[in-house]
């Protein structure tokens, strides 16, 4: 009877609405206005829709994720299609979903520790943003980073529910990452597996080779886990095992030093988790960064790595380019410097809220030492500082800085604890597995900022959620026993 009531109350207040906008077309020979009108009495109809199909647009966003594209629609503006789109409707459907339904928000969320962390993150970014050299690009930074944790942190939170779910998430990454991958091998084999043709076989999926090793990379850590979860009995470990052989040969043939090590740093990751040894190995990484930055700026140290205008080049073998590495010679590193000494001199001057999200390529060249000056300090691809904290910290100060760290390095001893807790196997090798997908992330976003690109700012993103998720499994199983 209620119910009935509540229904009647809404027609007469759409049939209102829909007969006033109709006196005022009328009046106003404007018949365009209807369509106010229609839209108002069908978006009871589309909130319901929104509340229907969520989670299918959340599976479409996972499986699009290695296969979207990027425009430029300016030099400075460019948009990934159609992730980034399905991002901006998936946002908006759950904010009218949660309108529509209330109780269909994950309250558990916001007890969690690691996501106050993260709103408090977004609380100075909005401080950061006032204080901006560039009020409307930072805003910009902003409304980006909710619509990504939105999809990728509190959507989860609903829809991977159970194992047959996560199961699901696992296959709707890997095989369209796959065919990307099975794609460019058979590309680059056709130029011979040339150290320079890798550029030329990752159109249109990836930008270049260092965005595309870094996703591929982690394709690696969720095979991995998929393998550990598959009896060594079933057929399925064949083409398990073809997978990982496939994504070891791929990212071998990417020749990106950064996943490299970014493989490594993930396999140690396994034992340190292991052993528990997490807070040990983040006291050590701060202690090894302090001194060497405290060294670099003692007696202008840092000017020791200047390289030789002449000599430092872009080689296309890779032996060269290896040899090059070692001797400081190679033309990306060097460039590397050239932004990163600008990058701390930004940080000098603005410690505290620095010079705003999204600003560093307006604002850097100013900051730069010309002892670093490379062929391709131009910049013509107004690529960043190639360093994630370092980025963090110029544009969002100290604070920001630090809030990042608090939140990674909770993520990685969140981690530790889940998998020496949970009772649950399946769930305790996707703790690990997550933790590896971190270590990864944090270890190439040394020498980038890929946390805010679509590809792997996604799956950090949804690291974070999968974590909480786990958090809560975790504390229901402690509950369980007690009672």
């Not at 007969?19 to 229609?38: D, E, R």
């Not at 558990?108 to 009020?135: D, G």
């Not at 990836?206 to 979860?229: I, P």
């Not at 400081?328 to 603005?350: H, P, Q, T």
Request: aromatic share 14%.
């Amino acid at each position: 009877m209620l119910g009935s009531k509540n229904l009647n109350k809404k027609f007469w207040l759409a049939a209102s609405a829909f007969m006033a906008i109709g006196c005022v077309a009328v009046v106003n020979q404007q018949p365009l206005w209807l369509l106010v009108s229609i839209f108002l009495v069908s978006l009871p109809y589309l909130f319901k829709q929104a509340i229907d199909y969520t989670e299918n647009l959340f599976w479409l966003l996972i499986i699009v994720l290695p296969l979207s594209t990027e425009l430029n629609i300016t030099p400075s503006l460019g948009i990934d299609l159609p992730d980034e789109f399905l991002l901006l409707l998936l946002t908006f459907l759950f904010l009218a979903k949660a309108v529509y339904k209330p109780s269909f928000l994950p309250i558990e969320i916001l007890k969690n520790p690691l996501f106050l962390i993260v709103v408090l993150q977004l609380c100075w970014l909005i401080i950061c943003t006032i204080f901006s050299s560039n009020i409307l690009l930072s805003a910009k930074y902003v409304l980006a980073k909710v619509w990504f944790i939105i999809p990728f942190v509190i959507v989860p939170q609903i829809v991977l529910i159970n194992k047959n779910r996560f199961k699901k998430l696992a296959l709707c990454f890997l095989l369209p990452m796959l065919f990307v991958v099975v794609l460019c091998l058979f590309r680059h084999a056709l130029t011979g597996f040339s150290f320079d043709g890798i550029k030329q076989t990752l159109s249109p999926f990836f930008r270049n080779h260092v965005n595309y090793s870094a996703m591929l990379v982690c394709l690696l850590a969720v095979l991995w886990c998929v393998k550990t979860l598959t009896p060594k009995t079933s057929s399925s470990q064949k083409y398990i095992n073809i997978g990982l052989s496939i994504g070891l040969v791929a990212l071998f043939f990417a020749y990106s030093r950064g996943a490299w090590l970014a493989l490594f740093a993930g396999t140690f990751a396994v034992y340190i988790i292991r052993k528990k040894l997490m807070a040990k190995a983040i006291i050590v990484s701060l202690m090894a960064l302090v001194v060497m930055i405290g060294w670099l700026s003692i007696n202008n140290h840092y000017l020791r790595f200047a390289p030789n205008f002449e000599q430092t080049i872009y080689h296309d073998d890779l032996s060269d380019h290896l040899k090059s590495t070692t001797s400081l010679k190679d033309l990306s590193n060097a460039e590397r410097f050239y932004r990163w000494v600008a990058g701390a001199n930004m940080l000098v001057a603005k410690p505290i809220t620095g010079f705003g999200p999204n600003t560093f390529y307006s604002n850097y060249k100013n900051y730069t030492v010309s002892q670093f000056k490379t062929y391709v300090s131009n910049n013509p691809e107004h690529s960043s500082v190639h360093n994630y904290f370092l980025l963090l910290a110029l544009e969002q100060g100290v604070v920001g800085l630090f809030l990042f760290c608090v939140l990674v390095f909770g993520m990685l001893m969140q981690i530790q604890h889940l998998y020496h807790n949970l009772q649950d196997r399946f769930y305790k090798n996707v703790s690990i597995a997550t933790g590896v997908i971190i270590v990864m992330i944090l270890a190439i976003n040394c020498t980038s900022d890929m946390i805010e690109t679509d590809k792997i700012g996604s799956l950090f993103w949804l690291s974070l959620g999968v974590i909480i998720i786990l958090y809560n499994k975790q504390k229901r199983e402690m509950e369980e026993q007690i009672s």
